[in-house]
């Protein structure tokens, strides 16, 4: 089965309302990275987290490496916001090496 | 901050050919990676490099070669392309594991 798993796979949201993305990890990880794809297909780094949380702007995110997940909150939903949210995490042995989930496809709506 | 740039942008090829994709980044980070992107599909790892001279094969190392020739610079050679094979060539670099990506290469081959 896949060791980095995101649900849901697709969302639609309405501008100025507020969701949350998850990552579980059949894996030991130890660091998780967020990333936004924009429909031009360039991929911004948004968070990169040991457990705990980080907050900036309207994102936060959090990971917890003894339940083995990470979330990512979006409040107040905007236009920009929409595109492919991608999770990745270390692998077990290798901090070098990070295993991608296939991500979450996010529209949001006017 | 810096950039990472890629050449070149679409990169259309024959099947057999031999074809030669390449990353430069500014920020002075050590490692650099290659990813591959299929349509729909999250990012599998192709090779990385820690430091200039050094080569990690990833997950999906079979049919690439890649070179990284100084800290800044690092290329992949698609070794004999694939009838209809259609994909994102990422590139990306990284201090401390947190990655930072490119615009991307888009390859097709006839």
């Given at each position: 089965?896949?060791?980095?798993?995101?649900s849901p796979s697709a969302l639609s949201l309405q501008?100025?309302?507020?969701?949350?993305l998850r990552?579980?990890?059949?894996i030991a990880a130890t660091t998780v990275q967020w990333f936004l794809q924009n429909p031009r297909g360039s991929l911004m780094n948004l968070f990169y987290l040991v457990p705990g949380t980080k907050e900036n702007g309207r994102l936060k995110s959090a990971f917890d490496s003894k339940e083995s997940y990470s979330t990512l909150h979006i409040r107040d939903a905007q236009l920009e916001d929409s595109g492919t949210y991608f999770c990745a995490a270390d692998a077990d042995t290798n901090a070098y090496k990070v295993i991608f989930g296939k991500g979450t496809h996010l529209h949001v709506l006017p | 901050g810096g950039i990472i740039t890629q050449t070149p942008k679409f990169l259309i090829g024959q099947e057999g050919?031999?074809?030669?994709?390449k990353c430069q980044q500014n920020f002075n980070h050590d490692t650099m990676y290659w990813y591959r992107?299929?349509?729909?599909?999250?990012?599998?790892?192709?090779?990385?490099?820690i430091t200039e001279n050094d080569l990690?094969?990833?997950?999906?190392?079979?049919?690439?070669?890649?070179?990284?020739?100084?800290?800044?610079?690092?290329?992949?050679?698609?070794?004999?392309?694939?009838?209809?094979e259609m994909a994102v060539?990422?590139?990306?670099?990284?201090?401390?594991?947190e990655q930072y990506f490119g615009p991307g290469t888009r390859l097709t081959v006839l």
């Open positions: 089965g896949d060791k980095v798993k995101q501008e100025g309302t507020n969701s949350a990552c579980n990890f059949s | 050919q031999k074809l030669t994709l992107q299929d349509s729909g599909k999250g990012l599998r790892l192709i090779y990385y490099s990690q094969k990833g997950d999906l190392s079979e049919g690439y070669d890649a070179s990284r020739e100084k800290k800044s610079s690092f290329s992949l050679t698609v070794t004999s392309a694939q009838k209809n060539f990422l590139c990306a670099s990284s201090i401390s594991y």
